[in-house]
């Protein structure tokens, strides 16, 4: 099957010091101080077949990620940008959809079959360490995750542990436009990252809230469109992009601005007539920009969630977390505590359209053209077909 397959150097920075887990499981807690030269091939790999409690699935659509794009851009030394947790090499992509096409053996796998229409968690938890076990899998101590440590979806079919898969009855019930239903299946992922930071992780907020996202990608327009159906009195944007200006716009956002022609905090503190938001969102990526201007607009009791990964470290002003009765949230994955259905059914019932997201296609064979358009960071999401 084709599939796009990410290599890289293993090089630690000098710097950097290489965890005994490390060297043992040649997987990086931090990837950008460790993987270097990285190169993404469309190849020519062996088709997947599943294992007991796993489903080869058919994929139907992939969305491109900025994890992605931090794997194809790199810095002065030529290290890849992500973060995170990373292994290679492997076939690339987390968001996606897909047609269960065999059922593996077991009672895993039960209540799938053949025909199933599915979106799965990127997440692969283990179950049976303790974060797992207290109810954490965001945070499990085994965590591999597709197509950052195994192989993902930008490919023509993937095996996944039967345990991460969703059905997408809802969504194909909302959209008549089969295609369409597939690609807006496939952002099933980066919503419930958005809700997992808002809603599980932050704790949410009262209806008719002040409510600032600063950065409107995939996660920051979905996050957009979690507040409003929450309730949020008000949602202000920030995005330096004018096609995701627009987008922000067209998925319910009450004000946007370019925060390269405004000052957030004095656009937010005028906005809500000087009371300060009540839950700023920060999917930007941008944290030493953004998180100095969301400490300005903190309203009394109010909140900050970090969701955009960049390796900065933040000067903060604590006194003013003081004074306000203010909480800072780190947010991370989208598993457990009913995230998946939930936001399933809401697709389903229409107070979230990520159809008004998609704004670019490519077949498969294209793929490293996507990921080039990608790093434009001109479109909302970009979706792979293979």
Not at 69 to 88: A, N, R, S
Not at 101 to 115: I, M, T, Y
Not at 198 to 223: K, Q, S
Request: aromatic letters at 8%; hydrophobic letters at 40%.
């Amino acid at each position: 099957m084709k599939a796009l397959v990410l290599s890289a150097d293993w090089e630690p920075r000098p710097t950097y010091q290489v965890s005994d887990w490390e060297k043992k499981t040649g997987k990086a807690i931090e990837g950008f101080n460790v993987w270097r030269h990285p190169k993404l091939e469309l190849k020519e790999v062996p088709a997947p077949k599943p294992g007991p409690g796993q489903l080869l699935l058919k994929v139907k659509a992939c969305g491109v990620c900025g994890s992605d794009v931090h794997f194809y851009e790199t810095d002065q030394d030529d290290y890849i940008l992500y973060p995170g947790l990373t292994k290679f090499p492997a076939i690339i992509g987390h968001e996606f959809a897909g047609e269960v096409l065999e059922v593996g053996p077991g009672p895993e796998a039960e209540g799938f079959k053949p025909g199933d229409r599915v979106t799965v968690e990127e997440m692969v938890w283990c179950g049976h360490c303790r974060p797992c076990r207290d109810g954490f899998p965001n945070h499990c101590q085994n965590l591999e995750e597709i197509g950052f440590t195994i192989d993902g979806a930008m490919a023509e079919y993937i095996v996944v542990p039967a345990k991460l898969c969703w059905k997408v009855d809802a969504v194909f019930e909302r959209y008549s436009d089969e295609d369409l239903a597939w690609e807006v299946a496939a952002t099933t992922e980066p919503t419930c990252v958005a809700y997992n930071t808002i809603f599980e992780r932050a704790g949410g907020f009262r209806p008719g809230a002040y409510v600032a996202i600063y950065g409107a990608g995939p996660i920051g327009l979905a996050a957009i469109q979690l507040a409003k159906a929450a309730g949020a009195a008000v949602v202000i944007a920030f995005e330096i992009s004018s096609v995701r200006r627009k987008l922000a716009e067209e998925v319910g956002a009450d004000y946007v601005y370019d925060p390269r022609e405004v000052t957030p905090s004095e656009a937010v503190m005028e906005v809500s007539h000087g009371e300060g938001a009540d839950l700023s969102v920060e999917a930007a990526g941008a944290p030493e920009k953004t998180i100095p201007e969301m400490e300005k607009t903190l309203a009394i009791g109010g909140k900050i969630a970090v969701v955009g990964r960049a390796a900065k470290r933040v000067p903060m002003f604590l006194e003013r977390f003081q004074v306000r009765r203010s909480q800072l949230f780190g947010a991370q994955g989208h598993s457990g505590h009913g995230i998946f259905p939930s936001v399933i059914r809401m697709m389903g019932a229409g107070l979230i359209d990520n159809s008004k997201i998609i704004t670019s296609r490519f077949p498969l064979d294209e793929a490293l053209s996507a990921l080039e358009k990608a790093t434009k960071r001109e479109d909302g999401k970009i979706i792979i077909k293979p």
